[in-house]
């Protein structure tokens, strides 16, 4: 099956600074997701991107598939940011499978 | 709109003891997932169903089983509780577009065997 690893594991930012967060998978992929799990433990869905660049605010994710990577950007960090951030793939034709990357731990302090 | 409704929340077990986690969507989604999240491990696909009565196993699927009731619930059961089976579990939900799967998770339920 699909490998997915996830860089760097942890992350401290003060407060407006910018990250890239960077997830590499071993094999074609047709659904690369990324998820947000708040401090709580809810798991939010940022991004569908399995090819190309899109923008939600101050995040965006860009998503190289020949290359088998994508990124994460956050700009102007806040402290509702901290979290872990958790990238995910399958391939076509596996009923929706997701696999998990082990995540990136954020701290964004003040 | 609850989304995907996961109950209990928390749940101490003894060793050897068994229980039944239930999980309930609302979305009319045909796929649904258990996932299991240890600490630094991200999380791993226990068991999922890829429409009503249909099941199959995740990465991890040993010590479980699992029930699509109908196209709303789906509970995954643990008949002998062992220390290892300490997690938090994660049951969610897919709708597929084209190649899109939308996915939403419920809360979570943190479980401890002691």
């Known amino acids: 099956g699909i490998q997915v690893e996830q860089s760097p594991p942890d992350l401290i930012l003060q407060e407006g600074a910018n990250s890239t967060l960077r997830c590499n998978f071993s094999?074609?992929?047709?659904?690369l997701q990324w998820f947000h799990q708040n401090p709580w433990g809810q798991l939010i869905n940022l991004f569908y991107i399995p090819s190309g660049t899109k923008q939600n605010g101050r995040l965006s994710a860009t998503t190289v598939a020949t290359e088998r990577y994508s990124l994460l950007y956050i700009s102007s960090s806040q402290t509702t940011d901290s979290g872990v951030y958790f990238c995910a793939a399958h391939r076509s034709g596996n009923t929706g499978k997701l696999i998990f990357g082990q995540g990136t731990t954020l701290q964004v302090k003040p | 709109n609850a989304g995907v409704t996961q109950t209990p929340k928390f749940q101490v077990l003894k060793t050897g003891q068994s229980m039944t986690l239930q999980c309930a969507q609302d979305m009319n989604h045909n796929s649904m997932y258990w996932y299991r999240q240890d600490p630094g491990m991200g999380l791993r696909l226990i068991y999922y169903s890829a429409s009503e009565g249909t099941t199959d196993k995740g990465e991890v699927p040993n010590g479980y089983n699992v029930s699509r009731l109908n196209k709303r619930e789906f509970s995954l059961r643990l008949e002998s509780a062992a220390p290892s089976q300490t997690s938090v579990y994660f049951c969610?939900?897919?709708?597929?577009?084209?190649?899109?799967?939308?996915?939403?998770f419920g809360s979570g339920t943190r479980l401890t065997v002691v």
């Open positions: 969610a939900s897919s709708e597929q577009s084209g190649g899109y799967y939308g996915y939403t």
């Open positions: 094999d074609s992929v047709n659904n």
